[in-house]
C-alpha cells in the first residue's frame, strides 16, 4: 500500500484520514498510536508520528494526555470538506478539460453522470429516459 | 537534537587506497540511520572507526563527546555487530549471551531470550558449528537486547532467509519504539530497510554523497518514460541521472521535485510518470558518482576490515 513516490508521513496521515472518512475510527473514539502504526506499516516510529502530528494540528487527532490518541469531535466534517476541494481539483477539472476536447458542454456531463451512475438494475430503464431527453 | 556523534574530516588510508576521504557528519540520538553504498565505498571502516577498532588517518571523531580509543565511559554505550565477528574457538552461543550481558549495562535477558525463540538459535552447539545465518542471529541477538545506547549493525543479515530478516526489523521497531537509541544500519537489501530509517547516508568511494531524511528523499527523484524525442525535449535543462532507451522509447531519472502541474503536462504529452525508489536513487547516485570521479573512486575495490 506504500507508494514509493511520495512522503510516508502524508501516507500515513491519510490513511488515518481515509478510516474516519469510511467510519473504522469514530469522532471522540480512540486513534492508533504513533508505535501501533509503526508496528503496523512496519515504519520508523518517528515518521508515523510526523503523520499523526499532521493531523493533530489540523485538528483531526488530539492527544489526551496519558490515556492516547483520539479521533477530534467535527473531524469527520473538516475532512470531507477538505476532500471535496481536492476531489474536484483532481477528478472534476481533468473530467471537464477532456470533455471540452470532445465538445461536450456542462449539461452533456451531467446527463452522462446520471446515465452512468444509475443502479446496475434499472440501468436500461434509465439509459432509455436520458436518451429520449438528450 | 543531541549530537552523539560528531565527525570531522576524517580521513582513513590503507596504503595506496583512500578509503575514507574526509569524511565530515554528525549523528543525533534516538534516530534510526541507515548507512548505503557499494562494497568497499567505505561503510565498515567508518564503523570500526566510531567504535575504535580501527585508527583513523586524519580527522576527529567523537562519539558521545570524547574520542573513544580505549575510553571504556564511551565503549560501554555502544554496540558494534559485525558482520565479520569473531568468537572464541570453543565458545556457544549460550557463552556469547552470558558474555555480553556482563558488558552491556541496559542487556534485558528476557527479551534475550525471546529473541533466541524467535530466531530458533541453538544454544548448546558450538559458535564455529553454527551456519551462516545462525551466526548472524547471534550477532542480531545481542545488538538488540544490549540495548546499547549507539548500536552499530554492520550488514547484519547475512545468511538470515526472508523470514529471519523480518523478524530482526520488526523486533528492532518493537523495541526501538518502546526504548528510543541511537541505531546506526549499513545495508545492501536498501528496499528492505526504507521505510525503518528516519536518515539515509549514502557514502561512495569514502565520501559522503548524500546526507538527508529519509522521507524528504521519497519523490526526490521521478522516472519519465515514452517516446524519445518528447522525453528529450521535456529532460532539456534538467538533472538526469539516468537514461536508458529501447528502440523509439526512452526513459529517464531526473532530479527534482514535479509538482501537479508539471504531473499534468507530463501526462498531457502521452508520457508516463513512475516513482523512483530508495533503492533506485542510490543505484543511479551512486553510478553517477562513480562514472565522475572514476579515476578516484575506482581504484578502491575492496574494503579493508
Same mark, same amino acid.
Given at each position: 500500500?506504500?507508494?514509493?513516490?511520495?512522503?510516508?508521513?502524508?501516507?500515513?496521515?491519510?490513511?488515518?484520514?481515509?478510516?474516519?472518512?469510511?467510519?473504522?475510527?469514530?469522532?471522540?473514539?480512540?486513534?492508533?498510536?504513533?508505535?501501533?502504526?509503526?508496528?503496523?506499516?512496519?515504519?520508523?516510529?518517528?515518521?508515523?508520528?510526523?503523520?499523526?502530528?499532521?493531523?493533530?494540528?489540523?485538528?483531526?487527532?488530539?492527544?489526551?494526555?496519558?490515556?492516547?490518541?483520539?479521533?477530534?469531535?467535527?473531524?469527520?466534517?473538516?475532512?470531507?470538506?477538505?476532500?471535496?476541494?481536492?476531489?474536484?481539483?483532481?477528478?472534476?477539472?481533468?473530467?471537464?478539460?477532456?470533455?471540452?476536447?470532445?465538445?461536450?458542454?456542462?449539461?452533456?456531463?451531467?446527463?452522462?453522470?446520471?446515465?452512468?451512475?444509475?443502479?446496475?438494475?434499472?440501468?436500461?430503464?434509465?439509459?432509455?429516459?436520458?436518451?429520449?431527453?438528450? | 537534537?543531541?549530537?552523539?556523534?560528531?565527525?570531522?574530516?576524517?580521513?582513513?588510508?590503507?596504503?595506496?587506497?583512500?578509503?575514507?576521504?574526509?569524511?565530515?557528519?554528525?549523528?543525533?540520538?534516538?534516530?534510526?540511520?541507515?548507512?548505503?553504498?557499494?562494497?568497499?565505498?567505505?561503510?565498515?571502516?567508518?564503523?570500526?572507526?566510531?567504535?575504535?577498532?580501527?585508527?583513523?588517518?586524519?580527522?576527529?571523531?567523537?562519539?558521545?563527546?570524547?574520542?573513544?580509543?580505549?575510553?571504556?565511559?564511551?565503549?560501554?554505550?555502544?554496540?558494534?555487530?559485525?558482520?565479520?565477528?569473531?568468537?572464541?574457538?570453543?565458545?556457544?552461543?549460550?557463552?556469547?549471551?552470558?558474555?555480553?550481558?556482563?558488558?552491556?549495562?541496559?542487556?534485558?535477558?528476557?527479551?534475550?531470550?525471546?529473541?533466541?525463540?524467535?530466531?530458533?538459535?541453538?544454544?548448546?552447539?558450538?559458535?564455529?558449528? $553454527?551456519? +551462516?545465518?545462525?551466526?548472524?542471529? *547471534?550477532?542480531?541477538?545481542?545488538?538488540? @537486547?544490549? %540495548? !546499547?545506547? =549507539?548500536?552499530?549493525?554492520?550488514?547484519?543479515?547475512?545468511?538470515?532467509?526472508?523470514?529471519?530478516?523480518?523478524?530482526?526489523?520488526?523486533?528492532?521497531?518493537?523495541?526501538?519504539?518502546?526504548?528510543?537509541?541511537?541505531?546506526?544500519?549499513?545495508?545492501?537489501?536498501?528496499?528492505?530497510?526504507?521505510?525503518?530509517?528516519?536518515?539515509?547516508?549514502?557514502?561512495?568511494?569514502?565520501?559522503?554523497?548524500?546526507?538527508?531524511?529519509?522521507?524528504?528523499?521519497?519523490?526526490?527523484?521521478?522516472?519519465?518514460?515514452?517516446?524519445?524525442?518528447?522525453?528529450?525535449?521535456?529532460?532539456?535543462?534538467?538533472?538526469?541521472?539516468?537514461?536508458?532507451? $529501447?528502440? +523509439?522509447?526512452?526513459?529517464?531519472? *531526473?532530479?527534482?521535485?514535479?509538482?501537479? @502541474?508539471? %504531473? !499534468?503536462? =507530463?501526462?498531457?504529452?502521452?508520457?508516463?510518470?513512475?516513482?523512483?525508489?530508495?533503492?533506485?536513487?542510490?543505484?543511479?547516485?551512486?553510478?553517477?558518482?562513480?562514472?565522475?570521479?572514476?579515476?578516484?573512486?575506482?581504484?578502491?575495490?575492496?574494503?579493508?576490515?
Amino acid at each position: 500500500m506504500i507508494d514509493e513516490g511520495r512522503p510516508l508521513f502524508l501516507q500515513i496521515a491519510e490513511a488515518i484520514e481515509e478510516s474516519i472518512l469510511d467510519g473504522t475510527l469514530v469522532e471522540d473514539g480512540q486513534a492508533p498510536s504513533t508505535n501501533e502504526l509503526a508496528a503496523f506499516y512496519r515504519i520508523n516510529p518517528a515518521t508515523a508520528a510526523k503523520g499523526v502530528a499532521l493531523l493533530t494540528d489540523k485538528g483531526i487527532l488530539l492527544k489526551r494526555r496519558g490515556i492516547g490518541m483520539f479521533v477530534a469531535a467535527g473531524a469527520r466534517s473538516i475532512l470531507l470538506a477538505e476532500r471535496r476541494t481536492t476531489f474536484a481539483e483532481r477528478y472534476i477539472d481533468p473530467l471537464i478539460a477532456e470533455a471540452r476536447t470532445l465538445g461536450l458542454g456542462p449539461d452533456d456531463l451531467a446527463a452522462l453522470l446520471r446515465e452512468r451512475s444509475a443502479p446496475i438494475g434499472d440501468a436500461g430503464s434509465t439509459a432509455s429516459t436520458e436518451g429520449s431527453s438528450a | 537534537m543531541t549530537t552523539v556523534i560528531d565527525v570531522q574530516n576524517l580521513t582513513k588510508r590503507y596504503k595506496d587506497k583512500l578509503a575514507l576521504d574526509g569524511v565530515s557528519l554528525t549523528i543525533d540520538e534516538n534516530t534510526i540511520y541507515g548507512v548505503l553504498g557499494r562494497n568497499g565505498a567505505g561503510k565498515t571502516t567508518l564503523m570500526s572507526i566510531l567504535t575504535a577498532q580501527n585508527f583513523a588517518t586524519s580527522g576527529d571523531a567523537l562519539v558521545f563527546g570524547e574520542r573513544p580509543y580505549e575510553n571504556a565511559r564511551v565503549l560501554s554505550r555502544i554496540c558494534f555487530v559485525r558482520e565479520s565477528q569473531k568468537y572464541p574457538d570453543e565458545s556457544t552461543p549460550t557463552h556469547a549471551f552470558r558474555a555480553a550481558r556482563l558488558f552491556f549495562r541496559n542487556w534485558d535477558q528476557e527479551f534475550a531470550e525471546r529473541l533466541i525463540d524467535d530466531f530458533q538459535l541453538p544454544m548448546k552447539t558450538r559458535i564455529k558449528k $553454527l551456519s +551462516r545465518g545462525q551466526l548472524s542471529a *547471534v550477532g542480531v541477538i545481542i545488538g538488540l @537486547a544490549s %540495548r !546499547a545506547e =549507539i548500536t552499530f549493525f554492520d550488514e547484519p543479515y547475512l545468511g538470515l532467509d526472508a523470514v529471519a530478516r523480518q523478524i530482526f526489523y520488526d523486533r528492532l521497531l518493537e523495541d526501538y519504539a518502546e526504548f528510543p537509541r541511537t541505531i546506526i544500519l549499513s545495508s545492501h537489501l536498501i528496499d528492505e530497510v526504507a521505510n525503518l530509517i528516519e536518515k539515509v547516508i549514502v557514502i561512495d568511494g569514502g565520501r559522503i554523497l548524500l546526507d538527508e531524511d529519509t522521507d524528504a528523499l521519497r519523490g526526490r527523484a521521478a522516472n519519465v518514460i515514452g517516446d524519445a524525442t518528447k522525453v528529450e525535449a521535456w529532460a532539456q535543462g534538467r538533472e538526469v541521472i539516468h537514461r536508458e532507451s $529501447l528502440g +523509439r522509447v526512452t526513459s529517464v531519472t *531526473v532530479l527534482g521535485h514535479l509538482d501537479a @502541474a508539471e %504531473r !499534468a503536462a =507530463i501526462a498531457a504529452d502521452g508520457l508516463d510518470l513512475a516513482a523512483v525508489s530508495l533503492q533506485q536513487l542510490v543505484v543511479r547516485l551512486t553510478q553517477n558518482a562513480s562514472s565522475s570521479a572514476s579515476d578516484t573512486a575506482a581504484t578502491i575495490t575492496e574494503e579493508v576490515h
